[in-house]
């Protein structure tokens, strides 16, 4: 059974600073990879997806990485803004399209000015 | 398009009382996600449709929940009695298939159905 796992579970870091958030996940026979983020009391607004056969996705000061011979994926968010202080969740999509995402329970962000 | 359309946002009930939640996907998205929040357990999948059929229910607590996807752009979840650990916020979420278009397998969710049990 696929299970996905995020460590730390928060993070407090200063404006500016150059930031990763991990995702590990046990079964590396992933189609694809998604980070989505989820601001309090909201929905969640997907950022990235990794297809398995890519090492990286980048958007903006956001890049994703992905190793899936080791089960791992990096969230790497440059210059961090108070406004990127959110909860950052990871999904695994297994197998093939059309499949459900398997979630990990996130790391909670607090950026201060 | 307007994503992921849930509702109710918020609603509040009494224990044993019926609830239903709906969802209206993105127009051309095939495959139907529905997920529930809570903090202790975080995300869970409790069932999806492709093409309106359900794939897999195994996430479904009990036989108190159910779901239905009539058609493609409409689907319930419904809880029969209800009980106070159901309390959770649910989310709908969609996709579409494909490997090589611009969006393809990207997961959009809709702003959740918060819920409630007294």
């Known amino acids: 059974k696929q299970e996905v796992t995020q460590i730390p579970a928060a993070l407090s870091v200063p404006e500016g600073e150059n930031l990763v958030l991990n995702c590990s996940f046990t079964?590396?026979?992933?189609?694809?990879l998604q980070w989505f983020r989820q601001d309090p009391g909201k929905g969640l607004t997907s950022l990235l997806l990794i297809q398995s056969s890519q090492r990286e996705q980048t958007s903006g000061r956001l890049n994703a990485s992905l190793d899936k011979s080791s089960g791992r994926s990096t969230l790497y968010i440059a210059a961090s803004q108070p406004g990127d202080s959110a909860t950052y969740l990871c999904a695994v999509r297994v197998h093939q399209a059309g499949t459900a995402l398997i979630f990990g329970k996130g790391t909670t962000l607090s950026v201060s000015s | 398009d307007a994503g992921v359309i849930q509702s109710p946002r918020h609603e509040v009930t009494e224990m044993g009382q019926e609830v239903t939640l709906r969802c209206k996907p993105i127009s051309g998205h095939n495959s139907l996600f529905w997920y529930r929040q809570t903090m202790m357990r975080g995300l869970e999948l409790l069932i999806y449709f492709n093409n309106n059929v359900p794939i897999d229910d195994s996430g479904m607590p009990e036989d108190r929940f159910s779901a239905k996807m009539p058609n493609a752009s409409f689907s319930t979840l419904k809880i029969q009695p209800s009980e106070p650990r159901d309390s959770a916020v649910y989310f709908c979420?969609?996709?579409?298939?494909?490997?090589?278009?611009?969006?393809?397998?990207?997961?959009?969710f809709g702003a959740g159905s918060r819920l409630t049990v007294l």
């Open positions: 979420a969609s996709s579409f298939g494909g490997t090589t278009s611009s969006g393809a397998n990207v997961l959009t």
């Open positions: 079964d590396s026979a992933i189609y694809n």
